[in-house]
């Protein structure tokens, strides 16, 4: 079993930043974020494998560039810095894990079994 609790959403405008943190209680393998919009399906935004050799982290062509994923192994912590952001950014961000390197896509929803109950970002123009 795993909880994660996402932290650091808010209102910004164009061009700020935001620094979101997900503390995870577990031995994820992988650790995604991904958004959503009401109305629209949720969307990778970027994955971490929190063993340094499994790769680096993943991202989505939409944040890729503005969007730094990190992790603190000793801390079970994943963050994802995000900076330049645009109103499209405006979503409910989640954290989710996955404790199995499964052969799935990292945006593949159905491999997270264990998911934070989100929070908000909101970029303004």
């Known amino acids: 079993q795993e909880w994660l609790e996402e932290s650091g959403g808010g209102s910004v405008q164009t061009g700020g930043s935001l620094r979101l943190s997900c503390q995870h209680s577990g031995d994820a393998w992988i650790v995604a974020w991904f958004r959503q919009v009401p109305g629209k399906e949720r969307e990778g935004v970027a994955a971490?494998?929190?063993?340094?050799?499994?790769?680096?982290?993943l991202y989505a062509d939409s944040v890729y560039g503005r969007f730094v994923a990190s992790r603190d192994n000793s801390k079970k912590m994943v963050s994802l810095q995000m900076d330049r952001l645009k109103p499209e950014d405006t979503a409910m961000y989640y954290c989710a894990a996955d404790h199995s390197s499964s052969g799935r896509s990292w945006k593949d929803q159905q491999r997270y079994h264990f998911w934070g109950q989100g929070t908000q970002v909101t970029v303004s123009s």
């Open positions: 971490v494998y929190t063993d340094v050799g499994s790769g680096r982290p």
